[in-house]
């Protein structure tokens, strides 16, 4: 419950940080609430809207122009969104019996709080607490990849298009938790249960 009131600003879902260093487990239960959470939040939502912004500009994925375009422009980006985090926060993990979430180290130096923040994508916690290679996050953004190819107009379909998208997404989710580390800082108040 504290997890699903996390927000950046006030509005941005931050529902996947953790500032305690033990916070309890997640069942498979709670994954799949917190991911569904996060991908019918509003402001993901509005944030879907952002993306689409510059891939209507730029023609990419490579659909028509116009308000048609940027419905199906739309439409791909949140079909990706929610597909990268139901399967990289919810069926994955609990597939894989790991923990989703990003465990802010928040102390140490400025170095070992970098490389702890872009190591995520590559390195979780399973859900014995004990580190592990984070197959969910990666298996979640390969996967969301793949079926991009289903809905995504053929001059943007295929093996190339796809490990750029799942490159591009693993640098993003990198700065974000660069983000996470040292720039968000949670009110001491309702942190910890």
Avoid at 1 to 6: A, L, N
Wanted: charged content about 15%; glycine content about 10%; hydrophobic content about 40%.
């Amino acid at each position: 419950k504290i997890e699903e009131k996390q927000r950046v600003l006030g509005v941005i879902p931050n529902f996947f940080e953790v500032f305690c260093p033990n916070p309890p487990g997640l069942t498979s239960k709670l994954k799949f609430q917190l991911a569904f959470k996060t991908a019918t939040d509003p402001f993901t939502v509005a944030g879907v809207v952002l993306l689409t912004a510059p891939n209507q500009l730029t023609k990419h994925p490579n659909y028509e122009g116009g308000i048609e375009g940027f419905g199906q422009r739309f439409g791909a980006t949140y079909t990706n969104q929610f597909t990268y985090i139901m399967f990289g926060g919810a069926v994955l993990p609990s597939l894989l019996h790991q923990d989703p979430r990003y465990y802010r180290q928040g102390t140490g130096s400025w170095k070992s709080r970098a490389l702890h923040a872009v190591s995520n994508p590559f390195i979780t916690r399973g859900d014995n607490g004990r580190p592990q290679p984070n197959y969910s996050d990666l298996g979640g953004n390969l996967l969301s990849a793949a079926i991009a190819n289903a809905y995504y107009p053929a001059a943007s379909r295929g093996a190339g298009p796809m490990f750029q998208g799942f490159a591009i997404n693993i640098a993003v989710r990198m700065g974000m938790r660069l983000f996470q580390e040292f720039v968000f800082h949670p009110s001491k108040a309702g942190v910890c249960p």
